[in-house]
C-alpha cells in the first residue's frame, strides 16, 4: 500500500484514466461490430453510415490515447477495404 500522499493519489488517477480508458476502448469495438453487422446484413447505405461513424470514433480513441494512431489508420483501412468490397463486389 502507498504510503505517501502523491502515491496515493496517482492511484485515484491510475483508477479514474483505467476505466475512462477501458469504456473508450468498449465504445470503439461496439462502434466496429456495428459496423461489421451492417456490412453483413444491412443496406450499403447502412453500412456506409456505419462506416462513418465507427472511423469517427477510432480517431477520437486514438487521439485520446488508449490505442496508438498507426492501429488506428490501420483498423480503418481495413474496414474501408471491407466496405468497398462489398458495395462494388
Known amino acids: 500500500m502507498a504510503h505517501s500522499l502523491s502515491a496515493k493519489k496517482r492511484i485515484r488517477q491510475n483508477a479514474s484514466r483505467r ?3 477501458r469504456w473508450r476502448l468498449r465504445a470503439m469495438r ?3 461490430k456495428d459496423f ?3 456490412l453483413a446484413n444491412g443496406s450499403n447505405d447502412e453500412a456506409k453510415a456505419a462506416y462513418r461513424t ?3 470514433v477510432i480517431d477520437k480513441t486514438a487521439q485520446k490515447g ?6 488506428a ?3 480503418k483501412s481495413r474496414m474501408n ?3 468497398k468490397a462489398k458495395v462494388l463486389g
Not at 488508449?66 to 492501429?71: D, L, M
Open 19 to 21: 476505466a475512462v480508458n
Open 30 to 32: 461496439d462502434a466496429i
Open 36 to 38: 461489421q453487422d451492417k
Open 54 to 56: 465507427a472511423s469517427s
Open 66 to 71: 488508449p490505442i496508438h494512431r498507426n492501429q
Open 73 to 75: 489508420a490501420r483498423r
Open 81 to 83: 477495404a471491407r466496405l
